[in-house]
């Protein structure tokens, strides 16, 4: 292989134990073999013919989507890097690497939390004049501008502080969390020093926003202000475009002397009557005006929450870009979203462990993880639609635009970039650029990339490369992941549908890797079957399962507690916590009969004509006492979301099942034995919907179920209970 002498800057190895698991995984499908087979066989005549054949039809889907949950646990493989190697043989050729910052709303995503992820991606371990940063401000507003302004100054003593005592993360707010004694005296006093200047920030920052004004001394100094004289709204108004650091200019050095990173802020064109296309729209500006100022051969793409947690990773990155022998086909480098803000057992289940420490792996040995949005390094030339050939060489070297213009007459010619009319006509938001009209912008575009031909790799460091913020309630974590399954659906019905446009493009095993997610809001149908049929059949006293005593009874447990042992030991392998689990268990199925069944209506009604796109933001801040049980692992309820009505009513019909069979008979053990698995079913639910009977009837706090849901799901209930006395 290779040329004499060539040392690979990123090596791959595969998991261990594969062939012990392909065992276990085909006894599994074996179990599930027999299991249909059984409800194939013995399919009811009278009593029961519907439930079971309700139940078969879930039984079915369980079965084949676990098979497709395979593929990404088949081929594990873990990527590691050599970053000195990468520093001995290109320190100085480094490329230069545009960051791209996207913030929407100043009240859900607070100024203060935007720069400071700001500053931890200005102040990376990397030539600091080779970096660009771009803000893109969707709200275009004046406090996050001024909010950016202030870290502009800040950053001139931060960076060479981060860059002095090498510290970790780079984001001053968590730095400053978690350090307190220093050992150091010179840094100790240095220490204090900065975080002073930093609370001075924080002070002027938090202050303008709660007024809702800027100092006037401040929009005196700063003309870029004055481009808010024409603002009408933030749907309304022209491009807002400032470079608040011109790397370009020899005067843009930080207290040190050191050159400081180009920094920029853009609010692109609004207005009410042209669709913006969201995240998509913003990010397609921010390729246009960054090609004109750094135009870096690297993009780096993060969320406004998701700092910077470790200062290697663009070398990281790079060892898999400009690596000499497999370099050159990989389009993105993508790491996972891990969040800093969960609690220990996760109550919402919002640390995707499972998803980061599995099967991302697995994707990644069949062509690559999905773009997701955040935390992903991407090429420019191929995340402007380049297609991959086997010539393709990136021109590292590529020379920083060299212009005579001043920053203020570049400035001026950038706007038109920006503009609302800019794509009219063009490939934007189709071939170039990522991809519009589709609510998960971010995987549709990476599917469309690597269908050209492209690799893409999972970049999983022990020290984490980024950590946002996840939802802190029950509602958002239902609504964010209506959001992500809506649009994964969307995109299996699309032109770029991974089904059929895939097939031959990418490889079949990414193919299944895509449907894993793509086919989430199918789980509804199946899930409610198996929710409600068996307990209302039960409350009939009609056996759907094996009795104990039949063969039959057997591939059910086997199956049962292969399945669960092996999602327990993921967990736990991924870093949960027993609690973990059990919690994930229950969002697993709160999210199956909520998000999804919404995702899957809406989808319908989409196809139809009858629904648009749209996107609800994830607030990242809550209120005090929200966040208090948040932090106490209370659940919370507080909000009258028809998606709270329907998890209510179904945990009441069982409840009201269970008590139902035991009045009617009492303590008869045969018909518990018939009936044992029903049963445990029902027991099983019973115990996963707890915290919602402590919501409905135990808890007196705000976070409480409303009384309205309560009634409703009572209601509702009690009538599905009745009307089932004549369907079964
Ligand atoms: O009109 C918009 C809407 C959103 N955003 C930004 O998009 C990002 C993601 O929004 P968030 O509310 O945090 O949604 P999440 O569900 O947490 O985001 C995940 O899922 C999205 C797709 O649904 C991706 O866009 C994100 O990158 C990915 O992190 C944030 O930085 C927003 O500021 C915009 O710039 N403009
Ligand atoms: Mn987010």
């Known amino acids: 292989m290779g040329s004499e002498g060539y040392a690979p800057l990123f090596e791959t190895r595969k998991a261990k134990g594969r062939f012990l698991y392909r065992m276990l995984a085909a006894s599994m499908f074996l179990g599930i073999c027999l299991i249909w087979a059984y409800r194939v066989i013995h399919i009811p005549t009278e009593d029961g013919r519907w439930g079971w054949i309700g139940l078969l039809l879930a039984e079915l889907w369980f079965g084949l989507y676990w098979l497709v949950t395979q593929a990404s646990r088949w081929n594990p493989i873990y990527r590691s890097t050599f970053k000195d190697r990468l520093s001995q043989r290109y320190e100085k050729d480094l490329p230069a690497v545009d960051i791209f910052v996207c913030t929407a709303d100043p009240v859900i995503e607070p100024p203060i939390m935007v720069v400071n992820t700001v500053l931890s991606v200005m102040a990376y371990g990397y030539p600091q004049e080779k970096l660009g940063v771009y803000l893109s401000d969707d709200a275009g507003s004046e406090l996050t501008f001024y909010s950016l302004l202030e870290a502009s100054h800040f950053s001139k003593h931060w960076i060479p502080y981060c860059k002095k005592f090498k510290i970790e993360p780079r984001s001053p707010a968590v730095y400053f969390s978690l350090t307190s004694h220093l050992?150091?005296?010179?840094?100790?006093?240095?220490?204090?020093?900065?975080?002073?200047?930093?609370?001075?920030?924080?002070?002027?920052?938090?202050?303008?926003?709660?007024?809702?004004?800027?100092?006037?001394?401040?929009?005196?100094?700063?003309?870029?202000?004055?481009?808010?004289?024409?603002?009408?709204?933030?749907?309304?108004?022209?491009?807002?475009?400032?470079?608040?650091?011109?790397?370009?200019?020899?005067?843009?050095?930080?207290?040190?002397?050191?050159?400081?990173?180009?920094?920029?802020?853009?609010?692109?064109?609004?207005?009410?009557?042209?669709?913006?296309?969201?995240?998509?729209?913003?990010?397609?500006?921010?390729?246009?005006?960054?090609?004109?100022?750094?135009?870096?051969?690297?993009?780096?793409?993060?969320?406004?929450?998701?700092?910077?947690?470790?200062?290697?990773?663009?070398?990281?990155?790079?060892?898999?870009?400009?690596?000499?022998?497999?370099?050159?086909?990989?389009?993105?480098?993508?790491?996972?979203?891990?969040?800093?803000?969960?609690?220990?057992?996760?109550?919402?289940?919002?640390?995707?462990?499972?998803?980061?420490?599995?099967?991302?792996?697995?994707?990644?040995?069949y062509g690559g993880p999905m773009y997701i949005g955040t935390g992903c390094f991407h090429r420019r030339d191929t995340l402007c639609g380049r297609k991959f050939s086997k010539d393709y060489r990136n021109e590292w070297k590529r020379e920083s635009i060299?212009?005579?213009?001043?920053?203020?007459?570049?400035?001026?010619?950038?706007?038109?970039?920006?503009?609302?009319?800019?794509?009219?006509?063009?490939?934007?938001?189709?071939?170039?650029?990522?991809?519009?009209?589709?609510?998960?912008?971010?995987?549709?575009?990476?599917?469309?990339?690597?269908?050209?031909?492209?690799?893409?790799?999972?970049?999983?460091?022990?020290?984490?490369?980024?950590?946002?913020?996840?939802?802190?309630?029950?509602?958002?974590?239902?609504?964010?992941?209506?959001?992500?399954?809506e649009g994964d659906l969307q995109i299996l019905l699309s032109k770029y549908s991974p089904a059929w446009y895939g097939l031959g493009r990418i490889s079949?095993?990414?193919?299944?890797?895509y449907c894993t997610y793509c086919l989430w809001p199918l789980n509804s149908l199946a899930t409610l079957s198996y929710c409600l049929v068996p307990s209302l059949y039960l409350l009939h006293g009609i056996p759907l399962?094996?009795?104990?005593?039949?063969?039959?009874?057997?591939?059910?447990?086997?199956?049962?507690?292969?399945?669960?042992?092996?999602?327990?030991?993921?967990?736990?392998?991924?870093?949960?916590?027993?609690?973990?689990?059990?919690?994930?268990?229950?969002?697993?199925?709160?999210?199956?009969?909520?998000?999804?069944?919404?995702?899957?209506?809406?989808?319908?009604?989409?196809?139809?004509?009858?629904?648009?796109?749209?996107?609800?933001?994830?607030?990242?801040?809550?209120?005090?006492?929200?966040?208090?049980?948040?932090?106490?692992?209370?659940?919370?309820?507080?909000?009258?979301?028809?998606?709270?009505?329907?998890?209510?009513?179904?945990?009441?019909?069982?409840?009201?099942?269970?008590?139902?069979?035991?009045?009617?008979?009492?303590?008869?053990?045969?018909?518990?034995?018939?009936?044992?698995?029903?049963?445990?079913?029902?027991?099983?639910l019973l115990l996963i919907n707890w915290p919602l009977y402590q919501g409905l009837f135990l808890r007196k706090d705000n976070g409480k179920m409303p009384c309205s849901v309560t009634v409703k799901s009572v209601l509702l209930a009690l009538v599905a209970c009745a009307c089932s006395t004549f369907f079964h």
């Open 183 to 365: 050992h150091d005296a010179d840094q100790a006093k240095e220490l204090e020093l900065i975080q002073k200047l930093y609370e001075e920030m924080k002070d002027r920052i938090e202050t303008a926003t709660k007024l809702g004004r800027i100092p006037e001394e401040v929009l005196m100094e700063q003309k870029g202000f004055s481009q808010w004289d024409s603002f009408s709204s933030r749907h309304d108004h022209d491009t807002i475009l400032q470079i608040l650091i011109d790397g370009r200019d020899p005067n843009a050095m930080d207290v040190e002397g050191s050159k400081l990173p180009t920094l920029v802020y853009l609010a692109r064109e609004k207005r009410p009557k042209h669709p913006h296309n969201f995240k998509a729209g913003a990010m397609n500006a921010l390729i246009r005006v960054s090609s004109k100022i750094r135009n870096g051969a690297i993009i780096l793409n993060v969320d406004c929450d998701m700092y910077s947690n470790n200062s290697h990773s663009i070398r990281d990155a790079l060892c898999f870009f400009m690596d000499e022998e497999k370099g050159q086909e990989i389009a993105f480098v993508q790491c996972p979203q891990n969040f800093e803000n969960i609690t220990k057992n996760e109550l919402y289940s919002n640390s995707l462990r499972v998803i980061s420490e599995v099967e991302f792996h697995g994707l990644d040995a």
């Open 402 to 485: 060299k212009t005579e213009e001043s920053a203020n007459e570049l400035q001026e010619s950038l706007k038109n970039l920006a503009s609302c009319g800019y794509e009219e006509d063009t490939q934007w938001g189709n071939e170039m650029g990522l991809k519009y009209g589709c609510p998960v912008e971010d995987v549709i575009t990476g599917l469309s990339i690597q269908c050209l031909g492209w690799k893409s790799v999972y970049l999983n460091p022990a020290r984490k490369a980024f950590l946002g913020v996840a939802p802190t309630t029950l509602e958002q974590t239902l609504v964010q992941h209506k959001r992500w399954s």
């Open 508 to 513: 079949p095993g990414l193919i299944l890797g």
């Open 545 to 684: 399962f094996p009795q104990v005593s039949s063969p039959w009874f057997l591939p059910f447990v086997y199956v049962i507690l292969t399945k669960y042992s092996g999602s327990l030991a993921e967990f736990l392998w991924s870093g949960g916590t027993l609690l973990g689990w059990w919690n994930d268990q229950r969002i697993w199925l709160f999210k199956r009969t909520t998000s999804y069944l919404f995702a899957f209506m809406d989808t319908i009604l989409r196809l139809l004509g009858f629904s648009e796109t749209s996107f609800i933001l994830t607030a990242k801040v809550a209120d005090e006492d929200v966040s208090q049980r948040y932090e106490g692992e209370m659940m919370e309820f507080g909000g009258s979301s028809p998606m709270f009505t329907i998890l209510a009513t179904l945990a009441m019909l069982n409840l009201f099942c269970i008590v139902g069979v035991v009045k009617k008979v009492g303590l008869d053990m045969e018909v518990y034995k018939t009936m044992a698995l029903q049963i445990l079913l029902a027991v099983v």
